[in-house]
């Protein structure tokens, strides 16, 4: 058959028509195309060629027909689709969308949106969506011979778009776990689309969904709140503040909170709502006031009669406790806040249109690892507000161990074989149990770690005759139980042996530690009178080795030892002047006003550098350096020494919070008062320094 003889109704469908034209017809009841009334010629006529998907089905056995546009849709069924009967080619949707094809062949039209099928694709079971017409054929007598149909498959947009709203949904969950409050807004009105439990416990129950902020919280109109929204919807530029004021309707006091505002954008860069964070931070401000109160009255209390005294100072202790938990809240309300800020990008990139599926599952993993972050920082501020005084006591070794290495095989996992070496007899040690468990926890989990989550952990118990050389310092004899916790991972550098005991240093990637673990193994260990060694063969594993005190079968817990009673500043000997050298605003005018108070003359220098830079000009002017340890540059040890090589005779003072080592080690031979320090500590440190001077100073 050559293309001239195709009937002019079939030509414009081209190659399909053609294969129309082609096809065995003498076995149906429709005949050839040439015979075909002239409503089915016409349609066919119009829509062969159309871009939009359609297809028809007529005759006494609805013979199926269809152009161009709609043959992906057949996928391994066009290939004899052409004249088919039209419930034998879709037969598997067949009870779905008989009913459908009666009511058109009754002459009843049908629409549907979205309608769910189950169908065979690609030889399998598939569910599929569907937008589609069913409309009656008829012939020109007004006869109904067939139907008509136009189709669109949505598949893929049904399936985007719930994909889209479970990732929605993952994200408010995600937010709904913030430990601080959150919210979202939108528009310049800043309408409410979303907030949290923590912002309803601060905030109350109120209309917020679909209400503006004026709407929702009027009581803030003299309060500069809505003016900052305003500001950072038309400038695109975030702000956050610390501790800053808001008075709530309901609300007998002021409350003080960390808030950030951070914009959303869209993907032209314009601003289309607002991120709102942030944390309630009320305790700890009242805890600040209390603190700076009773400071104000310190004076006037070291100089009451002695019972008076001894309460001032246990007052004062109660003070530097709420100092102590008031500066960790702060920082750990800081990095919150740099939380926050990680959250609040990510949320305004996913509402970016089009934005591909990698990189929104990776703004939500930030979110996730985020949370997981703030909830770690919000467990150690809890763990520092109960520390609890060493608690001694005779405990026996083996049994604790075994004890813990139950508590630890589902923490390490399955891949990770653990295994107890030593003799059956009672190893009895005087320390602190809870503390030796939290120790033996730490290690394990650092084995863990380095060992990948497979390997082999051997833990030995073993009575020793002395502690080794450790860190510089000579064997000590002495009986001692040996705790050796050995990992077949990745070791340790050479050069990163002497920081791993260091407080918040780690190896791990960032959110998977804190740094603080073998801190707290090394600081029970010397705190307890014994020590910890470690040794490491980088691809083959590392042993840590723990020496507690030991003790005999006769022995009792040991009480911790108390503290001598405080006693009240001696006289001032002379109006001493004293170079204070403080890097933190905060505590060098804090330093400064109580040494004022205690009578002496001060200057302050922020940081080593400038201390040096007075001292040459005119060290004699100086008494007595009051310096602090940890700052950037030269620390305060390195300062020291540098002052003990250019000027012998002036004395110097350091205070750190983190002494506790530089305490015992002798070899820097400077006074230390220890963070935080009472007024009668400082007074009695520095008074016996200036004593002390050497002449020539």
């Given at each position: 058959m050559t293309p001239q003889s195709v009937p002019p109704f079939l030509a414009a469908g081209g190659a399909l028509g053609a294969d129309i034209h082609?096809?065995?017809?003498?076995?149906?009841?429709?005949?050839?195309?040439?015979?075909?009334?002239?409503?089915?010629?016409?349609?066919?006529?119009?829509w062969l060629d159309s871009p939009q998907a359609m297809c028809m089905a007529w005759g006494p056995e609805l013979h199926f027909l269809f152009n161009e546009a709609y043959r992906p849709f057949l996928g391994d069924r066009a290939a004899g689709a052409i004249g088919r009967r039209f419930a034998d080619l879709w037969s598997d949707v067949w009870p779905d969308i008989e009913p459908i094809v009666a009511r058109a062949l009754r002459g009843e039209g049908s629409r549907f949106d979205e309608m769910p099928l189950t169908m065979l694709r690609n030889g399998a079971p598939e569910d599929t969506w569907w937008s589609f017409t069913y409309m009656p054929l008829r012939d020109e007598h007004g006869s109904v011979i067939g139907m008509v149909s136009t189709s669109t498959d949505a598949t893929a947009q049904v399936v985007a778009a719930r994909q889209a709203t479970a990732e929605r949904a993952r994200q408010r969950h995600a937010l709904q776990q913030m430990p601080g409050f959150v919210a979202l807004l939108s528009g310049p009105e800043h309408v409410f689309d979303y907030?949290?439990?923590?912002?309803?416990?601060?905030?109350?129950?109120?209309?917020?969904?679909?209400?503006?902020?004026?709407?929702?919280?009027?009581?803030?109109?003299?309060?500069?709140y809505y003016e900052l929204l305003d500001r950072v919807y038309a400038t695109g530029e975030p702000f956050n503040a610390q501790s800053r004021p808001i008075r709530l309707a309901g609300h007998a006091q002021e409350h003080f909170i960390d808030l950030l505002y951070h914009p959303i954008r869209d993907d032209a860069g314009a601003v289309t709502g607002i991120f709102v964070g942030g944390y309630d931070v009320t305790p700890r401000v009242s805890a600040e006031r209390s603190l700076r109160g009773l400071n104000e009255t310190l004076e006037a209390r070291v100089q009451e009669r002695s019972a008076e005294l001894l309460r001032a100072e246990e007052a004062l202790r109660q003070a530097q406790k709420l100092e102590a938990v008031g500066q960790l809240t702060g920082g750990v309300a800081h990095d919150f806040n740099n939380l926050l800020t990680v959250i609040g990008t990510s949320v305004e990139l996913m509402r970016r249109?089009?934005?591909?599926e990698e990189r929104r599952r990776k703004y939500l993993e930030a979110i996730a690892d985020t949370v997981r972050r703030a909830s770690r920082l919000t467990a150690q501020l809890l763990a520092f507000a109960r520390r609890q005084p060493l608690r001694p006591e005779v405990f026996d070794v083996s049994r604790q161990v075994a004890g813990v290495a139950e508590l630890v095989r589902p923490l390490v996992g399955g891949r990770v074989q653990i295994?107890?070496?030593?003799d059956a007899a009672p190893h009895l040690a005087d320390a602190d149990a809870s503390q030796f468990e939290t120790a033996l926890v730490n290690l394990a989990v650092n084995a863990r770690d380095a060992m990948d989550g497979e390997g082999e952990l051997r833990v030995r118990i073993e009575a020793v005759d002395a502690l080794p050389a450790l860190r510089g310092q000579p064997a000590r004899p002495g009986r001692f139980v040996a705790v050796s916790v050995q990992d077949t991972g990745s070791g340790i550098p050479a050069d990163k042996m002497e920081l791993i005991f260091e407080p918040f240093y780690t190896t791990k990637e960032v959110g998977k530690g804190t740094g603080l673990g073998l801190s707290q193994v090394f600081g029970f260990a010397q705190q307890s009178g014994g020590d910890?060694?470690?040794?490491?063969?980088?691809?083959e594993g590392t042993t840590f080795t723990l020496y507690l005190p030991q003790a005999t079968a006769t022995a009792t817990a040991q009480r911790p030892v108390a503290a001598p009673l405080p006693v009240a500043p001696a006289p001032l000997l002379l109006?001493?002047?004293?170079?204070?050298?403080?890097?933190?605003?905060?505590?060098?005018q804090f330093s400064t006003a109580v040494l004022q108070d205690l009578g002496y003359r001060t200057h302050w220098a922020h940081d080593a550098q400038e201390a040096l830079a007075l001292l040459e000009a005119d060290h004699e002017r100086f008494d007595l350096v009051f310096s602090d340890v940890i700052m950037p540059g030269m620390n305060g040890v390195e300062l020291a020494q540098a002052i003990r090589q250019r000027w012998p005779g002036l004395p110097v003072v350091l205070t750190s919070g983190y002494s506790e080592v530089l305490a015992a080690d002798t070899r820097h031979g400077f006074e230390l008062v220890q963070k935080p320090y009472s007024v009668a500590a400082l007074s009695?440190?520095?008074?016996?320094?200036?004593?002390?001077?050497?002449p020539g100073g």
């Open positions: 082609r096809h065995d017809w003498s076995a149906t009841a429709v005949g050839p195309p040439q015979t075909w009334p002239v409503a089915v010629q016409a349609t066919l006529a119009t907030v949290n439990d923590a912002y309803r416990t601060i905030a109350g129950e109120r209309d917020f969904l679909g209400n503006g902020v004026r709407q929702v919280f009027p009581e803030l109109a003299d309060q500069g249109k089009n934005l591909p295994r107890i070496e030593g910890i060694a470690v040794q490491s063969t980088p691809g109006p001493a002047r004293i170079l204070v050298v403080e890097d933190n605003n905060t505590v060098g009695r440190v520095i008074q016996q320094a200036i004593r002390n001077r050497a």
